[in-house]
């Protein structure tokens, strides 16, 4: 078993990069899923169904969440890669 000081010694240097890189991915699939989310209210807006009223309760509440998750990991203030 590693006692503390040989972990610490053993571990790997931070890469700030990696990591920008990761959230600028994430960034960039939640604005793509939103931005389809909000392609499918468009359309069920202009044809409603059945259970139009459901789904687009359902669509904006998805947003929202996706929305507020950018807002909190401060993912709505990275720029282009």
């Given at each position: 078993?590693l006692?503390a000081?040989?972990r610490?010694m053993?571990r790997?240097?931070?890469?700030?990069?990696h990591?920008e890189?990761?959230?600028?991915?994430?960034?960039?699939?939640l604005?793509?899923e939103?931005?389809?989310?909000?392609?499918?209210?468009?359309?069920l807006?202009?044809h409603?169904?059945?259970?139009?009223g459901?789904?687009?309760n359902?669509?904006e509440?998805?947003?929202?969440?996706?929305?507020?998750f950018m807002a909190?990991?401060?993912l709505t203030?990275?720029?282009p890669?």
């Amino acid at each position: 078993m590693l006692d503390a000081d040989s972990r610490t010694m053993n571990r790997q240097p931070l890469r700030l990069h990696h990591h920008e890189s990761v959230l600028h991915q994430v960034r960039e699939r939640l604005l793509t899923e939103i931005t389809q989310l909000e392609q499918r209210l468009a359309t069920l807006r202009n044809h409603p169904g059945e259970h139009a009223g459901l789904m687009i309760n359902t669509y904006e509440r998805m947003i929202a969440r996706k929305k507020h998750f950018m807002a909190t990991w401060q993912l709505t203030d990275i720029g282009p890669q």
